[in-house]
């Protein structure tokens, strides 16, 4: 009963439910050993999915958990050994014509599958389903081998060079995600093991390998053509049924007729198909098409059902882009960064995704729509996933298809000079193709990405690396009304800044940022400290004031990630609040500079719209505690401050001002630009703005604005607000500016009161 | 025996001689009628390869020659109408397996083939080889016909809009060079016909379709992997023998056997190759492979023979590109432009290729020759082929093979938004594979591109342009190791300025040249009137001077080609030499600009090495006779003043001086920088360089440097030579600049001396 619910809980997290196939889940040990003929000196019991660091972990009473403290160096060692899987089963009683497979979803990364001695596949790449026909192969009782090698390595980066980007060169020859070998704010840890759904399943003998429903919007988005596209086994002169229904259970669609062949294609025609729309545009309609097949005597013998969607997206030049470059010699015009959907452009609020939890194995549908369902109510509408981490699994594209999230999805590439090689090549191909198939009817999908900052200085690629040709190519021929970028930065987008304020220079994000002119940030951060909650999660109390090298805020990327002092930045906290003398205040303002920070960000990429297509911040979540980082929620699902201040600036529409900076003297005249921002396809009516400073808790209104309204999807600019800051007692003071009769778009904003040397 | 020699003369132009086909030409008559189905009204003879514009003037007695006046106007009704071309034969007297095909190497553009009524083939698209077994359908007198469809327009664009660019447009759905549509230097004139070489093919049964040789050579360059790749019909069986010959005729492989299949591959190793250099880095060694086939009897029943090179050439980053951008938030870097030939960069210095000749059937090997040979007597190393004009005939490649020239081969798309639609893909893509298999095992060929300017605001293709994500999947899939640009300019490079100096914006080019900062400057224009013996070939003589709107000036864009003054530029002109009173006058000025001016921008693109990589003028030589723009040969192949600079400019090594403009006054204070400038991989040993000033015949000593050398493909900056500029009579001066011993590397420039009101 028990393995009966579980088979359930996998089973929904699919895109498509293979009603007639009877999955079977297996009980597997692990063990590791140096070469791979070797016997592992021992067996343990192994959670699939899982990881080969959480079995030995547990086998071997290592100190947990594994995030606390320096734990996560006891698995170091394992990169080198090999690792086996091991399970066994009695042969099942097949009927006629029906066939045993071994399915997987994802075994990490490169491996050997063995029945009884015999190898069946050697795979490298952890994103290609594994689905082997055991049927001829099966004895009374079956043994069944994974033996995965050691972590790809490369020779120059052999070495573990603290605090280098030597580390993620380990991944410059291979598809596994680059993150493993360490990054700012993810420790080295080179996850690998069965990762996914795997389980055997037993197939009739006539039974559908896919059920893909393809669509073509005409130009004025009023009617469908649609394609059922039926793929499978023994189809021959089986009947079958199809339905299409809508978002309520009305039947749109209804075909039925004899399948002729193994492949074959049902049309259809859809008057007037509500549309799919991505968060803050409208509803994300998804539709369900239902395909049923029935033999002679009518007996069901296959089943799919799955979403269907209705939407067309495009990746279109940025207002005003055209426009430039003017003057000869003349350069290309900058690669287009608005996103349009449905014939509409949007701007794109979001964050960079990284995955959830560092053993990608323990990722739920259930920890992923936790943190989808946070995304939306902060009024996001897009994922960028970065292509350091993951391609997700299935349940995370039907969540985003759900909840409206668009997603920009990269292929595993970050920050390397990734290989010309062939043999490279080869398994990018494969895995880049699976990976395809698998998204590319998702209502989700926005845009493919080739990868993370390739065509900057720290990586080296250029549009001749060969890897980025195959992708742009695998895509073109598998996907080719799916926009395709080689790599963020484009031309014309910008990534960074990844600091409140740069000391060196003199500057704040209040100045670098107002200045800039880009089609798009698709990277920005601000760094806060974790919760303190989770700070004491990790962190042994001796070591939690102050922060210092060599304890676990190191290893947690709290100092020392990227120089000296990111992430905490106690230098700059310093600079502008002072000694900081407890980790109370060192937290409170942090998270007020992460938070500030951020809704400036955000405000200041949406004012600067129509040039401006999209604002993501750098990142969303983080795969294990850091002590100090860009994110917005920390690991496991914990919510930032920084969240609030970005769900705030990211409301469809809000009032907002733009000051020049963070910090005031008593007696200076404090000004602020205000606007109100308008990302709905509504008109807003003219009404009255107001701006009002709030010190030592009075509040005194500085400019009344007679707003005059603004169009849909316009922004509306007002006067600039002016007033002698007075004198106060508190160390920070506050603007709010609002909205007659819409409190909604209310937004405040807090600075820095400097006490001068008189007072 | 006239025919006999005909054939000699075509087949000499392929790459691959066919030894045992027979070819015959077929004499072709041609008509014209509105509909499809219609009987022209008479038949007229056509010349093959030819076009129906020129058979129609011959006989219908149009006004010749058809570049004289205003009489290519005569053509425009020809665009709506279908031409048919007629032939008749007999059937041949075919052995047992003997088979009869019609061969033509290019019709253009939209046809049918009709044989004895039956249609064979319909085809869009110029550049896609026909290749017809008659063989089954053969009477005893048959009868072939090839009916040409009016030519592509776009309902926008059906109007004539004269000084427009609304002419090109028509160009956006088809595949037909956008050119002939109309550009500021090209008349509209829509050539059609059958273009390249057409004749009957008698084939044996058992013969090669091809025998192409690939290689992969070593990093280090010393081996080569060869693959002789032979592929044809009925081969089962046949013994072949296959030489490898290197350029002194001595055999360097010779392999023999029994072929299997019909395809087949031969492998052989050359330690040691004679590598293949563009000009002015090596010699362009070219080897030669001999494949015979023979029957059991020992009989040759099919040979081909070929050239083959041994060379590597990447598109790298430019020295000093991934240095920028440096400041948050970061956009990408620049793309590479920097050619690598055989592991050595190089400096490309060329032309931007338009077709000689506006009737591309009329293009030989031998007009081929004749420009290809000057480019290289001027140092030029490479050709852009613009994506405005046609893929040009196999000779052409041969010939840049034989004489070092590189070919960076464009696309046919130009300077329009060419449509995604599928239909348009369709023959794009059938375009693209033709024009690759063609072209991909010449030496000569550096890299594939999209076309031309098709990124920028007056074309508004982006990166998710379907027609250039198909071309770069295309290249990936048939050519990968060839680099791809999806068009010219790529980031960081630069296309223009086009004049000699900007009136409104009061600068000159050796202004804006000089402190501009690009990859490559793959267009850079002067322009400069055609050579008064080819006006006074054109333009009837009432209309020589003063040149006006409305006369043969105007339709051979002398005037009202790009805004109201270009390319004559008598505003500019008068600007610095008072009114002209006379054609000598103009003309003399106008090339002067055009010869100093160019001059300037080569060099100063040389200066900015290593940073700049390449420098293209636009354009070298033109279809039909302009009265004046910037090509540096006149048609037919008329050699303009500007050609010497250029090739001045050019020279491996020379001395160079930059000065910072054109006309000076008495006692001002003349300057110039003073350079050596190294493009060959030689390392100049010291010596002394000397700036003179030359006055009224008077030469002076204004400066003696201490030039200490340079490196390998180094230039050397020297000291600023600075004069006060002694009165004198005559309205130019020049300055000479020479290093000692080296009279080769002497270099002179001419100024204008302005005289002063007191003078």
Redesign the interface.
């Known amino acids: 009963m028990q393995k009966l619910l579980i088979i359930l809980l996998l089973t929904m997290n699919s895109a498509i439910l293979s009603g007639q196939e009877k999955r079977t889940l297996l009980n597997w040990e692990i063990g590791y050993h140096k070469q791979v003929a070797d016997a592992p000196a021992k067996w343990m019991p192994a959670a699939v999915p899982g990881a080969v660091q959480l079995d030995v972990m547990k086998a071997e009473h290592y100190k947990q958990p594994y995030w606390y403290g320096d734990h996560v160096l006891q698995f170091d060692w394992m990169e080198d050994y090999f690792f086996t899987y091991r399970t066994t089963f009695k042969k099942p009683a097949l009927t006629a014509g029906q066939q045993l497979y071994f399915h997987s979803k994802g075994i990490d990364y490169h491996f050997k599958v063995i029945l009884n001695g015999e190898e069946l596949l050697e795979q490298e790449g952890m994103f290609t389903y594994v689905d082997l026909d055991l049927t001829g192969k099966l004895k009374e009782n079956n043994e069944l081998k994974i033996i995965l090698r050691p972590v790809p390595k490369i020779e120059a980066a052999k070495v573990f060079v603290k605090g280098t980007e030597t580390y993620r060169q380990n991944a410059r020859e291979s598809a596994k995600p680059a993150v493993s070998y360490g990054w700012d704010w993810h420790p080295r840890l080179v996850t690998r093991g069965i990762w996914d759904e795997t389980y055997l399943a037993l197939r009739n003998r006539s039974h559908l390998t896919d059920a893909a429903v393809t669509y073509q919007l005409n130009e004025s988005l009023s009617a469908a053509n649609i394609e059922l596209n039926i793929a499978g086994q023994s189809l021959h002169n089986t009947s079958f049924k199809w339905l299409l229904k809508d978002d309520k259970g009305k039947i749109v669609v209804e075909k039925s007729g004899i399948l002729a062949d193994d492949q074959q294609t049902v049309s259809a025609q859809l008057d007037q198909p509500k549309l799919w729309w991505p968060n803050g545009y409208g509803e994300p309609v998804l539709y369900t098409s239902e395909l049923e097949l029935y033999d002679n005597d009518k007996k069901r013998i296959d089943q799919q059902s799955s979403k269907v969607d209705f939407r067309k997206i495009?990746?279109?030049?940025n207002e005003g882009a055209?426009?430039e470059p003017q003057?000869?010699?003349?350069?290309?015009?900058v690669?287009?960064a608005s996103l349009e959907v449905n014939g509409r452009r949007i701007f794109a609020k979001g964050t960079n995704w990284v995955h959830p939890e560092i053993f990608v194995g323990l990722i739920t549908a259930e920890l992923y729509e936790k943190q989808i369902k946070l995304a939306k109510e902060a009024h996001m509408n897009i994922f960028r996933v970065w292509g350091g981490g993951i391609t997700n699994k299935q349940s995370f594209f039907d969540l985003c298809d759900q909840y409206g999230m668009l997603v920009w999805q990269e292929f595993p590439l970050a920050c390397n000079n990734y290989t010309d090689d062939q043999s490279y090549l080869n398994v990018l191909e494969q895995e880049a193709r699976s990976i395809i198939k698998r998204v590319k009817n998702h209502a989700c999908l926005a845009m493919w990405s080739g990868g993370n900052e390739l065509?900057?200085?720290w990586s080296?690629m250029?549009?001749?690396s060969?890897a980025l040709?195959?992708l742009?190519?695998i895509c073109?021929?598998l996907d080719?009304h799916t926009?395709?970028?080689?790599?963020s930065?484009?031309?014309?987008?910008?990534?960074?800044?990844?600091v409140f304020a740069d000391l060196e220079k003199g500057t704040e994000l209040y100045q670098?940022?107002a200045k800039?002119r880009?089609t798009a940030?698709t990277e920005?951060g601000v760094p806060g400290a974790a919760n303190i909650s989770v700070l004491k999660s990790f962190i042994p109390s001796g070591e939690l004031f102050p922060p210092a090298p060599n304890t676990a805020w190191e290893l947690h990327h709290g100092v020392g990630a990227w120089g000296d002092h990111r992430w905490l930045d106690l230098p700059v906290l310093e600079h502008y609040f002072g000694k900081i003398h407890s980790l109370e205040k060192l937290v409170e303002y942090s998270q007020l500079t992460q938070s500030e920070g951020l809704q400036f960000m955000y405000e200041e990429a949406r004012r600067q719209k129509p040039y401006c297509s999209m604002a993501l911040n750098w990142c969303y979540q983080e795969p294990w505690p850091s002590a100090a980082n860009n994110s917005l929620l920390n690991w496991p699902s914990e919510v930032k401050p920084a969240y609030y201040a970005v769900a705030k600036a990211c409301r469809p529409v809000l009032a907002s001002v733009r000051a020049p900076k963070f910090s005031w003297k008593t007696g200076e005249a404090f000004t602020c630009d205000v606007f109100v921002l308008n990302d709905t396809y509504d008109a807003l009516a003219s009404s009255q703005v107001t701006v009002a400073i709030i010190c030592d808790g009075k509040e005194q209104t500085i400019l009344n604005w007679d707003f005059p309204g603004t169009k849909a999807f316009e922004n509306a600019a007002g006067p600039t607000a002016r007033v002698v800051l007075p004198a106060m007692k508190d160390q920070l003071f506050k603007v709010k500016v609002s909205v007659k009769g819409k409190p909604d778009y209310t937004s405040e904003y807090t600075f820095l009161h400097l006490k001068d040397a008189a007072e």
Chains 1, 2 share one sequence.
Do not use: C, E
């Open positions: 495009r990746l279109i030049m055209w426009d003057t000869f010699p003349v350069t290309r015009s690669s287009p065509f900057n200085s080296r250029t549009d001749q060969l040709r195959l742009n190519s073109y021929q080719p926009p395709f970028i080689a790599t930065p484009q031309y014309g987008m910008g990534h960074g800044y990844y670098w940022m800039d880009k940030y920005f």
